[in-house]
């Protein structure tokens, strides 16, 4: 599946696990600008309703694949492969597996220097033919945190950035700087925090059906609304 879709007036292009890992082989070879993936949750359309530079972000990603399944029946899809995919977060894994077949040097970007640490440490553990080059944060108080962190990959020109963030800024980075960073694909993974630390993190099941339910209330009511214009 690789298709068009619109999310409350958001279009962009999804697809499959196995597709995205075709179009990263083919931009691996690639002098061009940088390219950007990205995975696509509830919370994410839902802040881009409120926020017009996360709707372009998402608007800006070369490739996205669907991370909550409500995506997916927000956008009118039924496909279970992708919902297989999603309930075993293939593209994570899979991602990660080719980045330790090719040895690619990547450089880690956290929200919180705590963040950019965990991510280290899963994938040294899991993963220890990726080479981390470099990891750094972006929000640390700091005027020119930001200049620091382009100069910082910029220098390093790793073949791959590999973001997590639990407040959308990364997101935002990656949006307001992508002609300024020197890189061959960016891989914005949202809040990662249950993919590193295991089972033994509990999810918030509670918050998650609220979440469930609040977003799919705004695609209903998004689409009603369309209807009566």
């Not at 990603?61 to 279970?80: F, N, R, S």
């Not at 020197?182 to 918030?204: M, T």
């Not at 339910?213 to 998004?222: D, G």
Request: proline share 3%.
């Amino acid at each position: 599946m690789n298709e068009k879709i619109e999310i409350m007036g958001i279009s962009l292009d999804t697809c499959s696990v196995e597709e995205v890992i075709e179009s990263i082989n083919v931009h691996w070879l690639q002098e061009e600008s940088l390219s950007t993936y990205g995975t696509l949750t509830m919370k994410l359309f839902m802040a881009a309703q409120k926020d017009p530079e996360l709707k372009e972000y998402i608007q800006m990603l070369d490739k996205a694949v669907p991370d909550d399944p409500e995506v997916l029946w927000a956008a009118g899809l039924h496909d279970g492969k992708i919902e297989e995919e999603i309930s075993r977060h293939d593209f994570m894994a899979t991602l990660f597996w080719l980045l330790s077949q090719y040895r690619n040097r990547i450089f880690i970007l956290g929200e919180t220097l705590e963040d950019a640490e965990e991510m280290h440490r899963y994938l040294d553990e899991k993963y220890p033919d990726i080479v981390v080059a470099g990891r750094d944060c972006l929000l640390t108080g700091e005027s020119d945190q930001v200049d620091r962190v382009i100069n910082e990959i910029n220098a390093i020109s790793p073949q791959a950035v590999l973001s997590c963030s639990r407040t959308f800024e990364l997101e935002k980075f990656v949006k307001k700087n992508r002609k300024m960073i020197n890189s061959r694909v960016w891989f914005s993974l949202g809040n990662c925090q249950e993919i590193w630390k295991g089972p033994g993190l509990k999810p918030a099941w509670l918050g998650k059906i609220m979440e469930k339910n609040i977003f799919k209330k705004m695609v209903s009511s998004y689409k009603e609304e369309k209807k009566e214009i």
